[in-house]
Structures are given as C-alpha cells and as structure tokens.
C-alpha cells in the first residue's frame, strides 16, 4: 500500500488557480491515483482520478509525472465553496489486499 | 437521490453497551468499508468487504467486528462500546477493481 503525504493546510483567495500535491513514493505499478473532496459533515466525494499524465473534467484537473511517485490536484479559479479538506488516495482493488487508506488530507481555506 | 445510507446521523451510547451501524448501498457495489474519521487523524480504515461473507481488517479493527450477509448491507458492530470509540464513522462502496468510493453521509457516535 502506497503511503500518502499531503501539507496540513493551504490558504487561496477567491479566483485563483490552487494545487495541491501529493507525495506517494512507493506506488505500485497496478494503482490509481483518487482525489476527493471533504466539507463540514459530510462523508468525501470522488473528484478525480488517474493513471498517469494528465486528467481533466468538469472541476479539477490531476497531474501525474512519469515516475508517479507524486500527483498534482488543481482546482481552477477557487470560489468559497471550494473550502474543504481534500484528501489524495492511492491504491489498487481490496480484492487483491489494498487497505485503501486515506491520509490525513489538507485543509483548503479559501478567502474573498 | 442518496446511494449510501447509513442508518443513523447521531448516536448517543453508554460505556459497555453493544452497537450496531448499518449501512446500505443501491448500486450493486462488490466491495463495502468502514472507516472512522477524528480530527487530526483523518480517515482510518476499520474493516473492509470485497464480497458477501467476507471480511478484512483494515488498519484500526481492534474492539469492532463487522457482518455483511446480504450484497447491499455492510454493519459495523461494537461489541462492548467505550469512551475511545467516540468519533465520526463513515460507510463507503466501490465496484470491484476501483478505488473510486462512494461514502455515506456519516454517523456521529458518542459513548458516554
């Protein structure tokens, strides 16, 4: 199971272009890269997800390397409502063993 | 149009009581998950299902068990509650080979 390291916490301000990395140094050939996104009491919700090189749609796009040992989540032109935690998960399928374990996220603030 | 529903939003418990979380799914998803999520700490895995009958311990299994009888219905059990099993838990789907979750809204539980 790969391991995921985010930063804690992240400040943006209205409009502007936010990404937020994640560091997964021992993914495994077979796993994908999922990003969700967490508010106030609610459980999170897919975002995203790849493979390899670049995804985009309708609210984030997610940059992966060649290496794969890390990804990129940017979310375009930040409103209010983008103010969340957003949590960045790897794995493979449970059938095979993958505990698909969450991190501990980074908390996005966004301000006027 | 809710698709993972868990029984309860709020719980309220007394030391040493027994505890049962339902959670039911409507999209005919293989594998099923409990999580518990406390501040700080993020998301941590309790038990995992990837088939009806079978069960996996996920990183925090310790004082919980877990029954999934039927496809859609995934419960978290504990046996004997206590102080420390004060926290949000969340219930998740996927289909097979995927780790694209699917959470329920959540169920704050509170042991006195």
């Known amino acids: 199971l790969a391991k995921t390291t985010q930063p804690i916490s992240m400040d943006s301000y209205e409009g502007q272009e936010v990404n937020i990395t994640c560091s997964h140094n021992?993914?495994?050939?077979?796993?994908?890269i999922t990003w969700y996104q967490q508010f106030p009491s609610q459980g999170p919700r897919f975002i995203i997800q790849?493979?390899?090189t670049k995804v985009t749609n309708e609210v984030a796009s997610l940059f992966i390397p060649a290496d794969r040992k890390s990804s990129t989540l940017s979310l375009p032109r930040v409103s209010l409502s983008d103010t969340a935690v957003y949590y960045c998960?790897?794995?493979?399928?449970?059938?095979?063993?993958?505990?698909?374990?969450f991190g501990t996220g980074t908390r996005l603030a966004v301000r006027p | 149009d809710v698709k993972v529903t868990q029984s309860s939003r709020y719980l309220v418990k007394r030391t040493g009581e027994k505890v049962f979380l339902e959670c039911v799914q409507d999209?005919?998803?293989?594998?099923m998950f409990w999580y518990r999520q406390d501040p700080g700490l993020g998301l941590r895995l309790i038990y995992f299902?990837?088939?009806?009958?079978?069960?996996e311990k996920g990183d925090i299994p310790e004082g919980y068990s877990v029954s999934r009888e039927k496809k859609e219905r995934f419960s978290l059990i504990l046996e004997s509650a206590s102080t420390n099993q004060t926290s949000m838990y969340l219930c998740?789907?996927?289909?097979?080979?995927?780790?694209?979750?699917?959470f329920g809204a959540g169920s704050r539980l509170t042991v006195l």
């Open positions: 790849g493979y390899k």
């Open positions: 998960l790897v794995g493979d399928s449970p059938r095979s063993g993958d505990k698909l374990t």
């Open positions: 299902s990837y088939d009806v009958k079978m069960k």
């Open positions: 998740a789907s996927s289909r097979p080979g995927a780790n694209v979750l699917t």
């Open positions: 021992n993914i495994a050939t077979n796993d994908y």
């Open positions: 999209m005919d998803h293989e594998n």
